[in-house]
């Protein structure tokens, strides 16, 4: 399950669903966004778990000193770096989430938005911990789920993926409760307030859910160093 957004939904194709995304949509994404710059500052080194082809990256880097975006897809990242070439301070990087090649407290800003935690099919424990590790104390931790007010608008979109050839045929008879089924095998689920605090319950962090625009849920951690 791990593969198959390399395989389906990378480079070119992936760069399509955002084109294609309904407008209800688009206004997702770019109140996530806007969310994330929110916490970003001048000098701070930011770090994106699951960049794709560097959709936002151009944003954060215009924010930030530095910004690094790592992804496990070679052609979403050699499609990123063509699209970024004349951004000087972003980087990306090929890389598993799970397994961060970063030393402690790196970066003042981890973010892993549009429901990464859930698409990855990772790990999340794993991938909260790593975040953790490589974000400074007093730093910013950013993982975003999708709400379940926006449940119809989701649906939607990943209808016309499906219909582009981006997915798999949706199984309506299975497709309930914020989990979208394809009869290809592949699930989409989400992660709600419960599930993020169960995550983050043995960490030293400051924890708390925010819904922004009726479509997203971020969980947003701070290190503490006590």
């Given amino acids: ?18 084109e294609i995304a309904p407008h209800r949509v688009k206004q997702y994404l770019e109140a996530e966004l806007n969310h994330v710059l929110d916490s970003i500052h001048a000098n701070d080194l930011v770090l994106e778990l699951g ?7 151009p944003a954060l880097a215009a924010k930030a000193r530095c910004t690094i975006g790592v992804d496990t897809s070679f052609s979403s990242l050699l499609l990123g770096r063509n699209m970024l070439s004349s951004v000087s301070n972003c980087l990306l990087i090929q890389m598993n989430a799970e397994q961060l090649s970063f030393i402690d407290r790196s970066f003042d800003v981890v973010v892993c938005i ?3 935690i859930s698409a990855f099919h990772a790990d999340q424990k794993r991938l909260v911990s790593e975040s953790i590790r490589v974000t400074k104390i007093g730093g910013t931790i ?8 926006f449940w119809r608008h989701r649906l939607e979109w990943f ?15 299975k497709t309930r409760n914020g989990v979208i089924v394809c009869k290809d095998g592949f699930t989409a689920s989400t992660v709600g307030s419960d599930q993020f605090f169960a995550l983050c319950s043995e960490f030293n962090v ?9 479509s997203s849920l971020f969980c947003e951690l701070v290190p503490r160093g006590d």
Avoid: P, T, W
């Avoid at 399950?1 to 955002?18: F, G, T, W």
């Avoid at 960049?51 to 990256?57: K, N, Q």
């Avoid at 950013?142 to 007010?149: A, E, Q, R, T, V």
């Fill in 1 to 18: 399950m791990k593969e198959y957004y390399i395989e389906k939904l990378s480079a070119e194709r992936l760069k399509i669903c955002y």
């Fill in 51 to 57: 960049c794709g082809y560097g959709r936002i990256l």
């Fill in 114 to 116: 549009q429901n990464g």
């Fill in 142 to 149: 950013l993982f975003s789920s999708y709400s379940d007010k």
């Fill in 159 to 173: 209808r016309l993926q499906s219909e582009a050839g981006f997915l798999g045929e949706i199984d309506h008879d």
């Fill in 206 to 214: 400051d924890k708390k859910i925010v819904e922004v625009d009726k």
